[in-house]
């Protein structure tokens, strides 16, 4: 019964941006960190980013950090990462989780989405 919805992702060219937005239902948002991962073909899933369930606190990868910002929004049970200066290593496909707890350090994660595509030319 629990989902998450991932949706924003397209094709962009380098340096451009993009929103990714994640509807979770049948689970109080609230008392979830919330994440976000990536998959390129052929490597390994990794962790992007990751937001306490007060919104106090994130946990961003020396990767992505100064370009990409995670927030959320518990009222409409939803979490977003926003993706600036893209590049065309950022092309994976993007998946949104949760984890019950209070930390965005730990990544023992316990739900996902089906993931959205990013790709970025260049």
């Known amino acids: 019964q629990v989902q998450l919805v991932e949706s924003g992702g397209g094709l962009v060219q380098a340096g451009g941006s993009l929103r990714l937005s994640c509807a979770a239902s049948g689970l109080t948002f609230s008392s979830y960190v919330m994440g976000w991962f990536r998959q390129a073909p052929g490597k390994e899933r990794e962790f992007v980013a990751a937001i306490s369930w007060g919104g106090g606190s994130t946990n961003c990868a020396d990767s992505v950090k100064g370009r990409f910002t995670v927030s959320r929004d518990n009222a409409k049970n939803t979490v977003y990462l926003q993706m600036n200066s893209l590049k065309p290593e950022d092309t994976a496909v993007y998946f949104c989780?949760?984890?019950?707890?209070?930390?965005?350090?730990?990544?023992?994660?316990?739900?996902w989405g089906q993931g959205t595509q990013v790709t970025v030319s260049s």
């Open positions: 989780a949760a984890r019950y707890g209070s930390s965005p350090y730990l990544y023992d994660y316990s739900y």
